[in-house]
DNA sequence: ACGAGTATGTTTGCGAAAGCAACATATAGC
DNA sequence: GCTATATGTTGCTTTCGCAAACATACTCGT
């Protein structure tokens, strides 16, 4: 349930050992989709006995199938491959404005089934709880005979990990809602809560443009508005409550419009989807089309309206971007949701303004890049959360029975 | 020589296992400066008998000294005082504008010896590497039969931690320095370079403030200016290159004065120890009264000159810790230097408006307090800095020749 | 002063896990 | 079909932490 702290200490004992190398091979298996067991022994250092072991735990746990070699070519005996076990699934829920959303997506990221249903006001977290169930069970033919590891549930607002609790939603109207509690309750599976633009982060960071950038900061612009999240050393950093990552909340102009928080001059209040969405003559529905829309935009030539409010958005993020990355200095900032676009039709202006914004040595090491994954991948990041606590210590975790037929 | 990055797996083996109790035992040791087995037991989770075997390798390597039990008063047999030995020790330089000064640190964090060594001119790097061999040669008598871990470099600037390279310090008017490799060539030790601020906070989370608190935060005020450290998941975050932690050049006004380093309104520009001590009628040399004389000012009623000051110094300092907050969701902040003296007199105004600019649920975990290390914290984190490989694998390191007699 | 109770140190044997070496096997290249 | 190469497989070895039994030193109560 909890996210593994940097600095928490595994027991050392010498079964520690085994859990963390089991873990390490699962994780590669996950990451990868699918690996033959000559990559898994470079990649961890190991012996190839023992690697040989610790896959044979994790099949005869069903957490990983082994298939015929694959023709590679190669001089030497064919390696056999080592793929994900095809009954672990996770199961992403993202409530949104106007519907709840459910995927299975299953250990190493296949996308097996998606059931939006749409609700006819913002959803209650009792509402969400019940629409959940609901789609649980029309999608019970497609979850007989699999292991469930859980749900993970991204929430646009503050969320408190460790206890499960949104604090505060303010789209969705939510504060202290112990929906993590809830929704174990009515499913029987562990839940884990999360910030949307947190598993935005962690997504892009292991399956998009953060692929093996160990230190990246993430930037979403979403519907209700702009957040983030951090994956330091390899690992998402949730602070003390798992609120970390604000950025949206951030002071990019003095003595700016006042923000939801009741702070002025936010980048969050600064910086509004509506104001690009009305320029480019989009409705709220079309948030998908964004960074075509505006790429055709600039293609023909943007209006002046356009182009100005584009130039002032740019101008802002960047000032956000240079002052995070002196805190931090990633490797790499993401821009997802609609500040992807902005990368997209400008994006060497942005890099020029954070290089003149920023410290030269934090600028120099910087990339700044759009998000690779498409508007799902919250739902990833939701799954990947998910699943930690199975990558962490695959043979200690228990799938819960109901799930299993 | 390098800061162990978060998420950096160590070796998995069962050698691996041995390597890292030993380095838990001999960190706990450290820390406290002493603790009797029992507790190392408990504090570890290990066994007894494995204890007292990690004990007895760390004592043949004399990295630590078994003594008598202390008269405890308690039930049971008494247990021996496991003390770190007084024969290592590391060496913390710090280059100032007016004087390099070196330290000789035990395990265990005494302090032996610190000579000062006053310079005509703002030493060059050539000239810090000249007068540290010469202080060296002044302290064999103290260094001789020592096993020296290595030297602590702090710098205030920019500093590529892993190359031991002085990217920037303009206060010393040093670019583009390799000061690492020359002093460890001209000395034989190896050699660990920060930022002064990073070391601060390091010091402040391990023995001051931020004892027991794995999320901190750090700003320092000193006469270069606002620098500042993060540890999160009680490692200190270095980023990329080893920049992060730059919250002096993070954004408090909009439009405001021009900064160093090229932007305006950044924290390092707006709030400054200068106006600060001349408002206080203090001179530059008498930088470690500050605190004191701010009190006796605030205690006899400040000048309106002062008081507008220190409200304006307050409302920047809170902005930025807001912001920072906002993205890091720390448990602490630690304010030093000349900061510090914000908050010994006008604490419970900083935490009331970093209350209202941050989000409420991040600022409801939130504490704000000064430094509790006087003004050599930063050669301590210098220090513990050098400490950091031996503590990391304590078997395996191998102290250079020169040093031991 | 002496025994009971308690916490800890010490010794010994055991089991778990990874490494290693020798052998077996499957491929590419000639 | 032979050789070189890379990998899987098997059995043995080493390292390490744990548990249990015993030894030791302290407090407390009488």
């Not at 006001?121 to 649980?136: D, F, R, Y």
């Not at 003390?240 to 209040?269: K, M, N, P, W, Y």
Request: glycine share 12%; hydrophobic share 45%.
């Amino acid at each position: 349930m909890d996210i593994p702290q940097p600095g928490e200490v595994r027991r050392p004992t010498i079964e520690g050992v085994r859990r963390l190398n089991l873990g390490r091979v699962l994780r590669l298996v996950h990451a990868t989709g699918g690996v033959s067991r000559a990559v898994l022994t470079h990649e961890t250092g190991l012996n190839r006995s023992t690697i040989a072991a610790l896959v044979a735990e994790l099949e005869a746990a069903s957490l990983v199938e082994e298939q015929a070699p694959s023709v590679t070519g190669q001089v030497g005996r064919p390696s056999p491959l080592v793929a994900p076990g095809d009954r672990v699934v996770a199961i992403a829920v993202t409530p949104e404005l106007d519907a709840v959303t459910a995927e299975v997506v299953s250990l190493g990221g296949r996308r097996l089934a998606r059931v939006r249903r749409e609700v006819a006001s913002v959803p209650t977290p009792e509402e969400t709880v019940e629409v959940t169930v609901s789609i649980l069970e029309e999608l019970d033919h497609a979850l007989r005979g699999r292991l469930v590891a859980g749900i993970g549930l991204a929430v646009p607002g503050l969320v408190r990990e460790r206890e499960g609790l949104v604090v505060l939603a303010p789209h969705l109207g939510w504060s202290d809602e112990p929906i993590g509690q809830r929704l174990g309750a009515a499913t029987g599976l562990s839940v884990v809560v999360s910030n949307d633009a947190s598993l935005g982060a962690l997504a892009e960071s292991r399956f998009g443009a953060g692929r093996d950038v160990p230190n990246m900061v993430y930037l979403h612009g979403g519907p209700s508005g702009i957040g983030g999240g951090l994956v330091l050393g390899n690992a998402p950093l949730g602070g003390v409550d798992g609120f970390a990552g604000e950025i949206g909340h951030t002071l990019v102009v003095g003595s700016g419009r006042r923000c939801d928080c009741g702070a002025s001059g936010h980048l969050d209040a600064e910086v509004r989807r509506e104001e690009l969405f009305a320029a480019l003559g989009l409705s709220d529905a079309e948030g998908d089309r964004i960074d075509e829309a505006l790429r055709e935009a600039y293609e023909h030539g943007p209006s002046a309206e356009l182009a100005e409010l584009v130039d002032r958005d740019l101008e802002l993020v960047a000032v956000a971007i240079a002052n995070t990355a002196n805190v931090l200095n990633p490797r790499l900032v993401v821009l997802g949701g609609f500040l992807s676009a902005l990368v997209v039709v400008a994006g060497d202006r942005l890099r020029e303004r954070v290089a003149e914004l920023a410290l030269p040595g934090v600028a120099a090491s910087l990339a700044i890049e759009p998000a690779a994954l498409g508007p799902s991948h919250i739902a990833v990041g939701a799954a990947e959360l998910a699943f930690e606590p199975l990558l962490d210590d695959p043979l200690a975790f228990r799938f819960p029975a109901t799930a299993v037929s």
